[in-house]
Nanobody
């Protein structure tokens, strides 16, 4: 059972990146997917959450309007499209998942990472000129 985030890299301010979160060993179809990030010296921050393919979706205020979360259950993969990137978006980005059933039963906050079932290894995003 594994989640793997990929797609990070170095990009100039104003640029775009698309991160992928691929699951192996289990079906993402039954899970809520959340992207987090952590910059050096800062606490982990919930960035975006997607409950089902048709939503709902949630975004941190800091990325609202610039980032878009999506998922393709047929590919067992989730995505985070990041546009208009800023230097303050520089961080290691992680994806995590929690069963949708438990997410609803426990009324988990959409961008809270304390009760995730699975975590992926991160991918570094650096926004710099």
């Amino acid at each position: 059972v594994q989640l793997q985030a990929s797609g990070g890299g170095l990009v100039q301010p104003g640029g775009s990146l698309r991160l992928s979160c691929a699951a192996t060993g289990f079906s993402l179809e039954f899970y809520v997917i959340v992207w987090f990030r952590q910059a050096p010296g800062k606490e982990r921050e919930g960035v975006s959450c997607i409950v089902r393919s048709d939503g709902p979706t949630y975004y941190a205020d800091s990325v609202q309007g610039r980032f878009t979360i999506s998922r393709d259950n047929s590919k067992n993969t989730a995505y985070l499209q990041m546009n208009s990137l800023k230097p303050e978006d520089t961080a290691v980005y992680y994806c995590a998942s929690v069963s949708r059933r438990r997410w609803f039963l426990e009324a988990l906050p959409p961008l809270d990472g304390d009760r995730m079932d699975y975590w992926g290894k991160g991918t570094q995003v650096t926004v710099s000129s």
